[in-house]
């Protein structure tokens, strides 16, 4: 079981530019969850999907977009980045009421 | 929201020593789970544990919901104990959302 991925690892970006991050979730988990976690915090939701559909959205902006595929994998996009972007982006999977973690995206944005 | 509060910040230890790390929450909760942070940036499940006292190896955890809290007991801490401990919750009514509290950064010293 590979777990939950996420790519890529790292990636830099310039402001304005948009970004699309990318997780597979753990085998047999139907539900991912995007967070984002700025330096020195705890990660913060963004949104989840669930059957396709976004369930529920965390105090992020409409920037903050993303995807499910019917094979539950899962897209994050960011458009007109701001260098305030710049944090550790985690996906999370699950089928239950436990979420497993993947190792996360770092983006910097210059 | 929720408000989610860990202590100690910040602790350091010899190695072999034993710690307690305290989850203090706000609101009714239905899922409670313990992660730990590696230098990389992966959240490693170490306790899905909502209500109860579960052990692991040298960890273990307790949550007593009715009031509120949760400890998480590290004993004959080792250096790679190192890092940062996140205690994260979904408050009743918003399904696989979690908030993280701010974490406790432990460094276990030779």
């Known amino acids: 079981d590979a777990g939950v991925t996420q790519s890529p690892t790292h990636l830099i970006k310039t402001r304005g530019q948009q970004v699309t991050l990318r997780c597979s979730p753990k085998?047999?988990?139907?539900?991912v969850s995007w967070y984002q976690q700025a330096l020195g915090q705890g990660p913060q939701f963004i949104f989840q999907y669930y059957e396709e559909e976004e369930r529920q959205r965390g105090n992020f902006p409409d920037r903050f977009s993303g995807h499910q595929f019917p094979n539950y994998s899962s897209e994050l996009n960011v458009n007109a980045l701001l260098l305030g972007d710049s944090a550790l982006y985690l996906c999370a999977s699950s089928s239950g009421p436990e979420a497993f973690f993947g190792q996360g995206t770092r983006l910097t944005v210059v | 929201g929720i408000q989610v509060e860990q202590s100690p910040p910040d602790l350091i230890l010899q190695e072999g020593a034993n710690s307690t790390l305290r989850c203090n929450f706000s609101?009714?909760?239905?899922?409670l789970q313990w992660f730990h942070q590696n230098p990389w940036g992966q959240l490693i499940n170490l306790f899905y544990?909502?209500?109860g006292t579960k052990q692991n190896g040298r960890l273990s955890a307790t949550t007593v919901a009715t009031e509120r809290y949760s400890l998480l007991y590290i004993s004959s801490s080792q250096t790679t104990d190192s890092g940062v401990y996140f205690c994260a919750v979904e408050r009743v009514g918003t399904a696989s959302k979690l908030t993280f509290g701010t974490g406790t950064r432990l460094q276990v010293t030779l």
């Open positions: 544990i909502p209500s």
């Open positions: 609101d009714s909760v239905n899922n």
């Open positions: 085998s047999g988990h139907d539900t």
